[in-house]
């Protein structure tokens, strides 16, 4: 505390402060106009185009504020940044620390892994900015306002692309001043190109027409950049376990670093459990994330911090707006947590979510290099002339595969993948040991089975993106006081094959041909060709989803009864006797799971741009474009 008795500004060098500056806030009766629950792509887009309009903006986070040196940097660390979230016995249950880096939520068949921390899924991604086809945008599952529009969302796609600091390095590209990791200077990018090529040659181009590699677009600063205090890029591949060289460009260097600098106030280590309506506006209820056990044990909901003998580890935030932007199952968990006689939502929440088609397979022992994972601990900078060949970010390129006379559905992407280090020797033992059992590629100089030290240089992983038929489902388990709900995340059982799954198993297995010549494809879970005892370990059976990129549960439509949110996010109210189109006031969601079916490609881009276009047209004087 000041001298003043004011809570204290963040420390130097982060952007955030404290909960319990949160908690002395409040005592002081202090309150935001805008309570924004979450921090990642929609969630620091609403906290900076609301804080711009001169809204006093409060951004609640449930993980901690990172600096490069926090992150993990051995397996050795992951104890400390792991979460794990699964069903038992009926009843979801959650192992590790609550503000873990790395969130897993294990299902029935659908299984995912998301981020946690200032910047949310930011931190931890590739941070590819990729745009879906047109025709995505024309399928049915879109509203009205942006059915056969997705040409219409330029000017907003622009304007997050910028935010976002997106960067791009053709690989064609050489001159010194174009960086250590050049798509055409990695060995893995080369590897993309011959799986390009052995995919043209392979496939009838009346059926499908194949890309040559192309780079991707990414948020990794390819040079320093003063103002988001981000260092050039030294291509260490190791992107997906927090970026210790301040080079990547999360949320934190870019949205959230100008949400501040326009009058945002930040604070981590929230969790927001429930929302209810009080009087106009909006009252949260919270905890500290590292008291949430003794929360639920001391009743949880059932236990109501207003009332004597309430709930001591619970304070709540009043705001006039609450945008619910925590990720799909934070923002799922909260308004089921939520939902009452007094506050009724569509019955599609938590309903038709979208793994993204997603896939990850693996290619096995290459003669020539592949970089399965980055550099380890300690490389390029322990001693600078000992640097190895630059690995790039986790995904330097993609090949699309372009469905010829068929929907857009049927089209896949795929992309070249390297695993953070320190999941190395788990890596390792697993693609062994599956190696054993897979199909050995046709022109493999590699035996298999030998024992040898190229496993990781010389493998590399292959990440898919496509379209599923989203019948993934997350509902709270039962618990008669409330106190102890978890997520369920599951698949229906009933669901038929959904197009990705086949198409990403017979196209990525092309990459066991020459001229790549490796040993073994490893295919993954949505091509159903997993041994019975890695897929039984989460659930997954024989055919299954692991995706870094689940959609929905919250998705847009015309009205109650097709979606949860309107074109704008705001939330559809469904009491009886209420218009299907009325929403309840002041009330957002505002993050993937906004998003009605799969997109396949990376949906960062995307989410931000539908954030950014809701909040244009809810300035004063613009045309919706849609149902008011």
Sequence with gaps: MT?????????????????????????????????????????????????????????????????????????EDMG???????????????????????????????????????????????????????????????????????????????????????????????????GPWTPGRTEKFQRLQQFSAACRTRLDPAKVAV???????????????????????????????????????????????????????????????????????????????????????????????????????????????VVVAAGVFGTLEILQRSRSDRLAFSSLLGERISANGDELAAVYRMPRPGAAVGWEAGAGTDDPGQTPPAVGPTICGVVAFEPQGRPV??????????????????????????????????????????????????????????????????????????????GRLSWDEDAGVAPAGPLHGRRMALAASSPMKASAFLPGFAAGALPGWLGNMGNQGARGWLSVHPLGGCR??????????DHLCRVFRADAGSDPHAVHEGLYVMDGSIVPRSLGVNPALTIATLVERALRLQEPGASTGGHP
């Excluded at 899924?121 to 879109?142: C, K, Q, R, T, Y």
Aim: proline fraction near 5%; charged fraction near 25%.
């Design 3 to 75: 001298q003043t008795g004011r809570p204290d500004p963040p420390s130097p060098g982060r952007l955030a402060e404290d909960v319990e500056d949160l908690v002395a806030r409040l005592e002081a009766r202090e309150s935001p106009d805008v309570l924004v629950i979450g921090s990642g792509y929609g969630a620091a887009v609403a906290a900076l185009r609301w804080a711009e309009k001169g809204k006093q903006v409060w951004l609640i986070e449930r993980g901690r504020e990172y600096q490069a040196a926090d992150f993990p940097e051995s397996i």
């Design 80 to 178: 400390r940044h792991l979460r794990f979230e699964r069903e038992s016995k009926g009843v979801g249950t959650a192992t590790g620390y609550e503000d873990a880096l790395f969130d897993l939520r294990l299902g029935r068949r659908f299984s995912s892994l998301v981020g946690n921390g200032l910047g949310g899924g930011s931190l931890i991604n590739a941070g590819v900015m990729l745009w879906p086809p047109d025709a995505v945008f024309a399928l049915p599952e879109w509203p009205a306002a942006l059915r056969g529009k997705g040409h219409e969302l330029a000017a907003d796609r622009d304007r997050a692309w910028a935010s976002l600091g997106t960067q791009r390095v053709r690989a064609s590209e050489a001159g010194a001043d174009a």
């Design 211 to 321: 890309s040559h590699a192309e780079d991707v677009p990414v948020t990794v600063a390819l040079r320093a950049d003063p103002d988001a205090h981000a260092q050039a890029c030294i291509g260490c591949g190791n992107c997906m376990s927090g970026c210790r060289h301040e080079a990547k460009l999360s949320l934190d260097r870019t949205y959230l670093r100008r949400a501040v600098a326009s009058g945002a106030r930040l604070f981590t280590r929230v969790s927001a459990l429930w929302l209810e309506r009080d009087g106009p506006g909006w009252r949260v209820h919270c905890t500290r994330t590292a008291e949430r056990g003794l929360w639920a044990a001391a009743g949880g909901r059932a236990s109501k911090p207003a009332a004597p003998g309430g709930n001591p580890y619970a304070f709540s935030i009043h705001a006039s707006q």
């Design 409 to 486: 559905t049927d089209r896949t992407i795929v992309q070249d993948g390297t695993a953070p280090a320190l999941m190395g020797l788990l890596l390792r033992e697993m693609l062994r040991t599956l190696a054993l059992t897979a199909p050995h590629g046709s022109a493999s100089q590699v035996d298999p089975a030998a024992v040898a030290d190229d496993t990781l240089t010389h493998s590399m992983f292959l990440l898919g993106m496509g379209h599923d038929e989203a019948r993934g489902r997350f509902e709270l388990s039962a618990s008669p006081e409330r106190a102890q709900e978890r």
């Design 556 to 565: 847009m439509g015309d009205n109650r009864d097709e979606g949860v949110v």
